[in-house]
């Protein structure tokens, strides 16, 4: 007789992430750098008594967990409910991932309860079913970045390669004004349909400016790196996703030394993350954080792991 060991209770837990270069034009197939950073979301999972998915004894339809872990229940074949409790460390709506994160640790919370091991495939696919209530047409780079941790050059069409970079801190100034992503995405794709050879060269601007940062990040050179963010950020400005308060942010932190900065994520508000020498850090977080929200984080954080409950 076999016997499969699952479990009564689980958790997991997944970071959030910065996207360094690339994205929105990443959902058009183009290469982008991201990296997970040291805020992450625990997500606890419990088997429930009744039938469905519960965050915290609600049913809540049109959360990405609920999602997620449906699509778990459903492939896996998983006849009880799970209850389930979020506890996420990664300011929601801001371009930090924090929906990708909280998916793959439901999904992989749950995953854990019907098969009793973490399905990575599995969880990857039931985070992508989550991540469209938020995301409507999502390239996949915050759901992959959550679980494989670490940094790396994400493609739609070809996945996940990880690389090694010089950068092990980022300065993020988060604006406070959140936004949604499906709406960021759909500027982006209304801007696309009206300005259509434009958008192509914009297209092929980005994917040589990847390159271009894959060079500078070889060769340490910041100055360079600082002044490709800044080529990034105009090109995200002409699509439409920056905002008044990006670029106030931005100012200040080019104004206080750093070299470059742009925002991180699907824009309209949100973060921006700024790239400066370790000595000019708390220069440039002193004279924004009367403004604006101020973490250093760091970067390649460990992606996807199974926690002790
Ligand atoms: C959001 O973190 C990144 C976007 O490029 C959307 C996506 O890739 O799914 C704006």
New binding site residues.
């Given amino acids: 007789m076999v016997v499969s060991l699952t479990f009564e209770k689980a958790a997991s837990s997944a970071p959030g992430?910065v996207?360094l270069f690339?994205?929105?034009?990443?959902?058009y197939d183009k290469p982008?750098i991201v990296s997970a950073i040291n805020l992450r979301a625990r997500v606890e999972a419990w088997r429930y008594g009744r039938s469905g998915v519960w965050i915290e004894y609600r049913m809540l339809v049109d959360h990405p967990s609920t999602k997620a872990v449906e699509y778990i229940l459903e492939k896996t074949g998983f006849m009880s409910g799970i209850r389930l409790k979020i506890l996420s460390k990664i300011p929601a709506s801001v371009?930090l991932?924090s929906s990708?994160s909280v998916s793959v640790a439901s999904a992989a919370s749950a995953s854990l309860i019907s098969l009793g091991r973490i399905d990575r495939e599995l969880v990857e696919k039931a985070a992508l079913e989550g991540?469209k209530i938020v995301?409507i047409?999502?390239?996949?780079?915050?759901t992959t970045i959550a679980i494989c941790g670490g940094t790396g050059i994400y493609r739609?069409s070809r996945g996940f390669n990880p690389i090694d970079i010089p950068l092990k801190k980022i300065l993020i100034i988060d604006t406070g004004k959140t936004r949604r992503?499906g709406e960021?995405?759909n500027r982006?794709r209304e801007f696309s349909e009206k300005n259509k050879d434009r958008f192509r060269e914009i297209l092929s601007r980005e994917e040589e400016l990847i390159n271009d940062v894959l060079d500078a990040f070889k060769s340490l050179d910041l100055e360079k790196l600082g002044k490709l963010m800044l080529v990034n950020q105009s090109l995200l400005r002409e699509v439409g996703?920056s905002s008044l308060e990006i670029e106030e942010a931005i100012k200040l932190a080019l104004d206080a030394g750093a070299y470059g900065a742009k925002l991180?994520?699907?824009?309209g508000g949100g973060c921006i993350i700024c790239l400066a020498d370790e000595d000019k850090i708390e220069k440039i977080s002193k004279s924004i954080s009367n403004k604006f929200k101020v973490y250093l984080t760091e970067l390649s954080a460990e992606g996807l792991r199974e926690e002790k409950i």
Avoid: C, L, W
């Fill in positions: 992430k996207i690339g994205e929105h034009f990443v959902v982008a371009g991932g990708a991540e995301h047409n999502p390239s996949g780079i915050d739609r992503t960021m995405v982006v996703v991180t994520g699907a824009g």
